[in-house]
T-cell receptor, first 116, second 111 residues
Framework: DAGVTQSPTHLIKTRGQQVTLRCSPK?????VSWYQQALGQGPQFIFQ???????QRGNFPDRFSGHQFPNYSSELNVNALLLGDSALYLC???????????????FGSGTRLTVV | ELKVEQNPLFLSMQEGKNYTIYCNYS?????LYWYRQDPGKSLESLFV???NGAVKQEGRLMASLDTKARLSTLHITAAVHDLSATYFC???????????WGAGTKLIIKP
């Protein structure tokens, strides 16, 4: 049973460029959330997608956008990259409205983005 | 606004000792999570606590939740080196809401 898969694992971009990160959720999950984790800090919520719509959004600028596909996979796009966007980007999948035993979120291994 | 505070932020301890990590949160929360993160790695789910008085144990780790005090604890019993990691608590208003994270507790266990 595959867990959450993220690609690429590492990425180096130049300021001002655009980047796309990808996430495939755990089998059976239908909701994808994206988090940004700066070095030495806790993750910060970016947004959540369910039924191909953005359901919740954290305190991130419009430069951060996303998409969810019919197969539940998701993309995170960041435009006009800044040095401060350097971080580990984590994708978490879950089952929307789960009242069963699977209460938790499953995280992928993350994409380490470095902006130079 | 839902906020989460962990303490201590850094903990260095000897193998065989016991210690507790504390997690306070600011407003009513439906559920509390504990995660482990090894350096350069992703987040591993440890516990999900859903109700007042909930207690869960796995090996040398035990987590508890007091919703009235808005406090969760992660207790480490007879620590071993393999438990060295950063431990995060996170809270959520409900099963679909975003996770709000603490800053993490970096735990180093010395032989």
């Amino acid at each position: 049973d595959a867990g959450v898969t993220q690609s690429p694992t590492h990425l180096i971009k130049t300021r001002g460029q655009q980047v796309t990160l990808r996430c495939s959720p755990k089998s059976g999950h239908d909701t994808v959330s994206w988090y940004q984790q700066a070095l030495g800090q806790g993750p910060q919520f970016i947004f959540q997608y369910y039924e191909e719509e953005e359901r919740q959004r954290g305190n991130f600028p419009d430069r951060f956008s996303g998409h969810q596909f019919p197969n539940y996979s998701s993309e995170l796009n960041v435009n006009a990259l800044l040095l401060g966007d350097s971080a580990l980007y984590l994708c978490a999948s879950s089952l929307y409205g789960s009242g069963g035993p699977d209460y938790g979120y499953t995280f992928g291994s993350g994409t380490r983005l470095t902006v130079v | 606004e839902l906020k989460v505070e962990q303490n201590p932020l850094f903990l260095s301890m000897q193998e065989g000792k016991n210690y507790t990590i504390y997690c306070n949160y600011s407003t009513t929360s439906d559920r509390l999570y504990w995660y482990r993160q090894d350096p350069g790695k992703s987040l591993e789910s440890l516990f999900v606590l859903l109700s007042n008085g909930a207690v869960k144990q796995e090996g040398r780790l035990m987590a508890s939740l007091d919703t009235k005090a808005r406090l969760s604890t992660l207790h480490i019993t007879a620590a071993v080196h393999d438990l060295s990691a950063t431990y995060f608590c996170a809270v959520s208003r409900d099963s679909n809401y975003q996770l709000i994270w603490g800053a993490g507790t970096k735990l180093i266990i010395k032989p």
